[in-house]
């Protein structure tokens, strides 16, 4: 089964406004992360989030994590039309090993 | 090399056709991902190789997928038979030491077409 899900599944902005992103998994995590894809190939790293952590920041993004509720969620502030993606957020499955992603948002920032 | 490198970028074959995919990971990098991504949808996660540990292959989708790594460089992705729903992307990862601690660095992927 799938260890993230993501909410929303379709995100649409203008440039300049915040776009929030949320994803839920199931089990215990060692780490969470957040990865971006443009067009439908490879997949980019954005941040990695411990599960000892509560907050990250990395340039305009900031990601949350709540292990007592099993979210995390993704801020990006003062989007760009550069921005316009899929996320995806990933979590190590319950065999431990190799990690798990959710079906992803698809943001669209509008100029 | 710079980066995770997959070949072919594309390929169209003929459905009951064997189709072998090829994914260079970064060198250094002891753990590799295969996935598998359908139009407008999520990564559907293959199988994970990390060192010379027994591979994860939980989650091959049937006997007629099946993959190889040797040490700790090339893997290859093998689909017998292959049937039009094994159209997708397949998205191969490299990491330096697994999930547990760094990012993954992705390929571009081979966009697969069965015809």
């Known amino acids: 089964s799938q260890q993230g899900e993501e909410d929303p599944q379709a995100l649409s902005i203008q440039e300049g406004e915040n776009a929030t992103m949320n994803c839920s998994y199931k089990?215990?995590?060692?780490?969470l992360q957040w990865y971006r894809q443009n067009s439908g190939r490879g997949l980019v790293h954005l941040i990695l989030?411990?599960?000892?952590?509560r907050e990250k920041h990395s340039g305009r993004l900031r990601v949350t994590l709540d292990t007592s509720k099993k979210s995390s969620s993704l801020l990006i502030t003062a989007s760009r039309a550069a921005d316009t993606a899929s996320y995806f957020c990933?979590?190590?499955?319950?065999?431990?090993?190799?990690?798990?992603f959710g079906k992803g948002t698809t943001l669209s920032v509008s100029s | 090399g710079a980066g995770v490198s997959q070949s072919p970028s594309n390929k169209v074959t003929e459905k009951g056709k064997d189709v072998e995919l090829r994914c260079d990971p970064i060198?250094?990098?002891?753990?590799l991902y295969w996935y598998r991504q359908r139009l407008g949808q999520g990564l559907e996660f293959l199988i994970y190789?990390?060192?010379?540990?027994?591979?994860?292959k939980s989650g091959l989708p049937s006997d007629r997928f099946s993959a190889e790594r040797t040490g700790e460089s090339v893997s290859t992705l093998t689909i017998q038979r292959t049937q039009q729903e094994d159209s997708a992307v397949y998205l191969c990862?490299?990491?330096?030491?697994?999930?547990?601690?760094?990012?993954?660095?992705f390929g571009q992927g081979t966009r697969l077409t069965v015809v």
């Open positions: 990862a490299s990491s330096r030491e697994g999930a547990r601690n760094t990012e993954a660095f």
């Open positions: 089990t215990s995590i060692n780490n």
């Open positions: 989030i411990r599960s000892n952590e």
């Open positions: 990933a979590t190590i499955g319950q065999a431990g090993t190799a990690l798990i």
């Open positions: 060198s250094g990098h002891t753990a």
């Open positions: 190789f990390q060192g010379n540990s027994a591979p994860d």
